[in-house]
């Protein structure tokens, strides 16, 4: 096994991203948490008020050798609307912005670049965000693989289960 990479990235719910990755060859570890606030040790009703500052995000662990870090970050922009600003549908708020949270000014670059690839795919601009990666706070144990474990969830079934499918369809020999 190569050396293990981590990307930390924003989509709005993390639920649906987070259902996404774990059926992604390749992917070691999804855990969703929020990140890129000011609040210490923030909780899901503090983010989902907007006041803290984090956004929804996941941290993915993947091995390169197995799932090119460009599957993952097509797998981002295909999960979500790059184009909402502070908006994913119903949820609305700075704590579900399209963002990528970046460790370093390499990892940034990468970002940078695969934001001007994916903007081919879109009539309108992406406006997904670049950060720096500051502390990642992993989210509530109710948050961890939501999907697999409230499947019969009426979000699971009307936002999710649409966004897996797609997913599926686009990238059919990495999701299962």
């Known amino acids: 096994m190569s050396e293990l990479r981590t990307l930390t990235l924003g989509a709005g719910c993390f639920w649906c991203l987070d259902a ?3 059926r992604t060859t ?8 929020y990140t890129g606030g000011h609040t210490p040790n923030p909780h899901y009703r503090e983010v989902c008020s907007g006041t803290s500052g984090h956004a929804e995000a996941l941290q993915v662990t993947f091995d ?13 922009f295909t999960g979500h609307d790059p184009t909402s600003l502070n908006a994913q549908g119903y949820d609305v708020g700075t704590q579900y912005r399209s963002a990528m949270f970046y460790a370093d000014e390499e990892e940034k670059a990468r970002f940078e670049a695969a934001i001007a690839e994916a903007q ?4 309108a601009p992406i406006v997904t965000t670049l950060e ?8 509530e144990a109710v948050h961890q693989d939501f999907y697999t474990e ?3 969830n009426g979000y699971c079934r009307v936002i ?3 966004k897996l499918s797609h997913a599926r369809e686009a990238f059919a020999e990495w999701v299962s």
């Open 64 to 76: 390169p050798e197995i799932v090119p870090e460009s599957v993952i970050l097509g797998l981002f």
């Open 160 to 162: 999710i289960d649409p």
């Open 120 to 123: 081919g795919l879109f009539e």
């Open 20 to 22: 996404v990755y774990q």
């Open 150 to 152: 409230n499947r019969n």
């Open 26 to 33: 390749g992917v070691t570890s999804v855990i969703s948490g």
């Open 132 to 139: 720096p990666l500051g502390v990642f706070h992993t989210a």
